[in-house]
């Protein structure tokens, strides 16, 4: 079992900047797939990005493409998002996930990922 811990939300105007993170304990992440999920009121759980056990394998939702970018650091246990251009549309409640062993980051179902933080909320304001 891992506990994830997401920090780093907040309110933020169209056109700024955050940096999401998500701190791993119990359960070593190195060796799985790790990846950033968000939901808005009323909407499913959609994929924002996920990073393979290496940082060598990286995949991105089309809406957050060249706006976001995810890393990890196996050593210290942690991943982070950082978010540039934010939009109004990106406002949610922003999940930090491990992947099932052997889940690749090309797979975008938030099934495919067993392990969940509690979640941070990021608003955008227009």
């Known amino acids: 079992q891992v506990h994830l811990v997401e920090s780093g939300g907040g309110l933020v105007q169209a056109g700024g900047s955050l940096r999401l993170s998500c701190a791993a304990s119990?359960?070593?992440?190195?060796?799985?797939?790790m990846g950033w999920f968000r939901q808005a009121p009323g909407k499913e759980r959609e994929f924002v990005t996920a990073?393979?056990?290496?940082?060598?394998?990286?995949n991105y939702a089309g809406s957050v493409k060249g706006r976001f970018t995810v890393s990890r650091d196996n050593v210290k246990n942690t991943m982070n998002l950082q978010m540039n251009s934010l939009k109004p549309e990106d406002t949610a409640v922003y999940y930090c996930?491990?992947?099932?062993?052997?889940?690749?980051?090309?797979?975008?179902?938030?099934?495919?990922?067993?392990?969940w933080g509690q979640g941070t909320q990021v608003t955008v304001s227009s």
């Open positions: 990073i393979s056990w290496g940082g060598y394998s990286l």
């Open positions: 996930a491990v992947g099932a062993a052997g889940t690749p980051v090309t797979v975008t179902s938030w099934r495919a990922y067993d392990q």
């Open positions: 119990g359960r070593t992440v190195t060796g799985y797939t």
